[in-house]
């Protein structure tokens, strides 16, 4: 027999009632029958006679799910369940009674920082009908249709390294589960929230699933399934209440009176108006109900056959599929019986799933944009997209209410024909804010509350640059991506550059162990030559699998490459796209580890720590990098561990001492589920951290993930419901945090355009200006590309919205036609930037998925895997997938197994980053008032044809000696004035056939 030592413990249960003391016991699995020995868990059934079901083990190594003897809730063994190379889980199979309340119950082990999902299932539907997630740390979380994991209000936090005893118990008829906390002495704290199920019930399996990040692990114990031994009957409407029957004695019955049914005899009851039955209860004097035969007759005169010898539950109730307009109900019982009540009930209503699913399956609805920033044109309407996939007229009723502070913004109904419509929502009336947006079918209600599907309208201006024209322009330079410099101008359009690129290196198809092909600096070497260190790694990234390697380019047109094993020594030199960076900006965010190289993590005091040092802040990502693969690191910061996939604003005050800013993570990048992502969702794409020049405010860029909706998704894609946008969060004080999106994509993109992090620095002398090669990811076509962005304070970042890209994507079989990433390592010859492509590739984004993160070697891809892989994603709506495939699983499988990673190098016009064109027409342009001194010089190319006319102004009048005229020219150093004047003055220029590109003092 099983013994249980006393554990101190937190329990949790996830109910709406309790269940009676009779309950009927499904399962109890301890997983510490004769069949069961420490090591790798295996499929099988436990023949114990203890009820412990059937179990399946999917898993992608032997140590992701495994028995072990400590720890342990009851000897001698417990389940534990780990997160190695990809997802996995342990399936119990039970099936409790549909009609019944049933609840689980287990025992769990959560080490420090640690966690595990749970998800319960139904036989044919794939997605899971509800789910709970433990994290040591952190409060339970319940799966919502509406917001994915939701946090249990008011509940506490799990506690870590002890066992935590867990229940969950449903409820059939409400069709949903709560959350509750009972502490160890007994006080029960209940969550106000509900959840539905998110599938029709009762489940048949329940999934104890790994989560990230690599090495995440659980240990589980004690898993018990209990059924009621009544079924859930309140609120129910008894039919046969109000039914009549030309059988006296069954008459008798129907009001109450006993009645000797004999073994297969018929007899019916008949329904005045027509009835809708969905179950039956059956009671008798010795409490067996022998099996049933069932038959209805329908308005239509067609006798259906339910069932023959129907066995019934425990109570005596039998649930069938629904049947409705039914005049006649027949039951034959097999063997005969004292019937002491018969019962008839309409069926239970349909799941909260159900009734989404139903609606959801007629309409799609979705915003044409997933961020509105009135910078732009086009973004001050917004587009409510809605395809009605019904042959008639759906009247829906559509609501806005603003998410944070539920103010209401009205409400309108529509009839929407068939097809397409599309309705405008002027964001002029609204302020920034985040607006939830649901459509809901004006004819179906569910009680009170109608079935919503809900959208949401990101309405986020940047506000207005709060950065001014530097007024002392010595040793800077003046750069024209926009008019900020400029008082007036005209005729002048403002260009990004469009660079060139070469390839240093690509790997080999097939080649496994390096197939990872990583760009680590540019420089010139000695001779005045090109040089690139670079390494590889095999396809899972392990570090043991790096080799380094450098290449020299053989000729200044870096069509030939020399490729030499290790890495070369770089002489000093300067990097031009870094430097400059004002004394008050300069940062102090490492780590300061103390005397005895550690460091003593504390929450914000302010009273204790005072205002805190914006310079020594760093936002920390923990990563969720397995344990010898690229990123792992381990955090344990005493006061807490903080989660894989989070970001936390960590400030660096002193040697041994870290202040940690937030007691929430300020970015969670656990990927969000659900209608709508929580506030601070983002992604695992980085964007940097930098301050604004005065050294007041500090920025820190990242990934967001926001939730998308069919028609404006590609479903092809590995995360086909969310879009990737970057943002930028600010602060002035540590404590208080502002969010901007950075330069949102506009209608004139592709469909599901979106961003993939990107590359950005302060420019060298650039009087504040910042400029990123931001990765645009459109998704449609699965290819990333860069884009040329910039900023002048930091926070407002602006795209050129209908210019050429900064690289475009290349043909079919080029290197960089799916895309790669940039690096900000460069350096500058002969008046020409080159910037290393540290990372570019010809395969598209869905087949990265496999091709670098699969264990699997290529010569699995065959067109059968690609077909099964990616079928059910609806590739076959992919553009390329005709137009480069002709619609063939076996020349995407070639394509896959033929794939490659490479190195570039990017080759662009020194200070080339934008330029003020002028073209056939005169053009002018004045600037601020500055003051400066030394020389004045420009960074142009004046075309055959053309001008410029140089002219310092002091209060509106010419300088006597500042006036040139320049004809065509091509040079990054074109000089204007040896000395410039004392006092204030502005530059005119008049241009003509000229790009301006650059203006150094």
Known sequence: MKTRSFVPALCVAILLISLPATAKLLLQQNFDSAQFAPGTLKDGGDTSGVLGGAWKVVASTNEDFTLVTEPVASAPHALKVMRNESVGYTALRVSPLDGYDYSLRFSSYLPTGNGIVLQFYKNGINAPMGGILLQAGYEPKAYNISVGWQPCDEMQALPANQWVECKVLFNAMEKSYRLMIVSPDGKEEISTDGFPFLTEGPFDEIRFINILPAGCHTFIDDVVVEMADAPTLTGRINLAAAATSAHAGFAGLLAGEPFDALAGVPFEMEFSPEATIGALLVTTKDDIVPPVTLRALNSLGHWIEIGENLPFGPGGYLQFKPLSKILKFSMQFSAAATLT????????????????????????????????????????????????????????????????????????????????????????EFPNGEYLTSITDASVKQGDKPIAIQRLLRHRTSPPCRAIPRKDMTGEKMFFPDGFFLEKYSGIDFIPAVAERHLVTRGIPGNDDAFIQMGEQIFLDKDGRIRVNFHTMNRLWQIASTKRYNAVALDDSLDRWEISEGTAQAPPQKSPLSGGIPPLAKPDWNEKPGPDGNIEYHFYDPEKHGPVNLNQIRCLMISPAAPGTVGYRKYDWKILTPAPCTVWPVWYRSPGEAIVLTRTPLVDTFPPSGALEPTNSGSDLGFGQWLEDDGKTFCYGHGRHL???????????????????????????????????????????????????????????????RVAFLNRYDAFHQQISWELIYTWDGFRWTRFQDKPQLMPNGPLGDWFHAGGYASTSAVERNGKIYQLMYWVNDHYHFQSEIVHSSQNTVSNYTAEYMRRRYEPRHLEDWPFFQQHFQGSWEKLAEHTRNATSGIGVMVYRKDGFFAAK?????????????????????????NDGGFVEVRLLANGKLLPGYQKRLLAQDSVHIPLFEQLPDGEFQIELILQNTQLYSITF
């Open 341 to 428: 009540g018969c019962k008839v009930y309409p069926p239970a209503g349909p799941s909260h799933w159900a009734l989404h699913k139903a609606w959801s399956d007629k309409l799609d609805a979705e915003y044409r944009l997933p961020v509105y920033d009135m910078q732009y044109a086009g973004h001050d309407k917004a587009e409510l997209t809605l395809v009605n996939h019904t042959d008639s007229t759906l009247k829906v009723d559509i609501s806005l209410m603003e998410r944070n502070t539920k103010q209401d913004f009205g409400s309108r109904q529509l009839e929407l024909p068939p097809g397409r419509t599309s309705i405008y929502y002027d964001l002029r």
């Open 707 to 769: 939730m998308r909706y069919m028609p404006y998704i590609a479903r092809y894609d590995n995360l086909y419901d969310r879009a990737r946008i970057v943002a930028v969060w600010r602060t002035r004080d540590g404590v208080h945090w502002e969010q901007n999106y950075v330069a949102p994509p506009s209608d004139n993109k592709p469909l599901a355009d979106q961003q993939y992090g990107g590359a950005h620095f302060r420019v060298p002398n650039g009087a504040g200006l």
């Open 918 to 942: 002028a073209g056939a027409e005169k053009a002018h342009m004045l600037t601020v008032p500055v003051i400066g001194k030394g020389a004045l010089s420009m960074n142009a190319s004046i």
